[in-house]
């Protein structure tokens, strides 16, 4: 009992100790920035704010409107929650859409009975709530804590405040190269795979390979074939 006890010491030291490395590897912040596009033009302008204050993160994003587009007010999310050797584990997301009190969502993780309690419109749904879940801000930021490299496909929960969905991405192994802005980056592209039939929504993720992971380009196309087009045109990390 004695020799499993200590085995078991070690290995729980080993551990510990991995990821403490880990995390103080992790940069302490990061601001981004990206322009929006919708079918091509202009859309609106986001500015993102990840902090990490010892074994806690931040995450704020403002989006705002640019031309007709600013009248519906500026949108904002917000999470914060724990870092973990897995990655980050929130506690608290909200979202905001100018002075749109209808608009507003909040989802609150109850990791210790496993639910997830958003409110929408005032109403409480709850709904299971699956390990490795990440909300709509602090999902770009999960991905420099993933094992690398990342191959073959991988699987992301993920709540919008309203619902709970799931994603499958295929990876393309092969670095592909991106010119944005006269800037060029190295990155990973994640091709979502639908699994329903009837969803005909996607989003593909371009991940900078020298940007911690943080998507330098998304496109999302929605229900309507609406095209938006997210692209990085600033970066900092401390």
């Known amino acids: 009992m004695r020799k499993f006890s200590v085995f078991f010491l070690l290995i729980l030291i080993s551990f510990t100790s991995h990821a403490t490395s880990q995390q ?5 912040r990061i601001q981004a920035n990206y322009e929006v596009t919708k079918n091509g033009q202009l859309f609106a302008n986001v500015s993102e704010l990840f902090i990490i204050t010892g074994t806690t993160y931040k995450v704020e994003s403002i989006t705002k409107g640019v031309g007709v587009y600013a009248l519906f007010g500026e949108r904002q999310l917000s999470s914060h929650g724990e870092v973990t050797a897995l990655g980050l584990k929130p506690q608290h997301f909200e979202l905001h859409q100018g002075d749109n009190a209808k608009k507003r969502l909040i989802a609150d993780f109850d990791w210790a ?29 999960q991905f420099m804590f993933l094992p690398k490299p990342l191959k073959d496909t991988l699987s992301l929960t993920m709540t919008t405040g309203k619902k709970l969905n799931q994603y499958a991405y295929k990876i393309n192994e092969t670095e592909e190269l991106l010119e944005i802005s006269g800037v060029q980056y190295k990155t990973l592209h994640l091709t979502q795979v639908n699994q329903n039939s009837l969803k005909t929504d996607t989003k593909d993720l371009w991940l900078g390979l020298d940007q911690q992971y943080v998507p330098v380009k998304i496109i999302m196309i929605d229900d309507n074939g609406q095209k938006l087009e997210q692209t990085l045109t600033e970066f900092h990390v401390e």
Not at 24 to 28: C, E, G, I, S, Y
Request: cysteine-free; overall charge neutral.
């Open 24 to 28: 103080n590897q992790l940069p302490r």
């Open 113 to 141: 009975n496993n639910a997830l309690h958003m409110i929408v419109k005032g109403v409480v749904k709850d709904v299971e709530l699956i390990l490795g879940t990440q909300d709509l801000a602090s999902y770009a930021y």
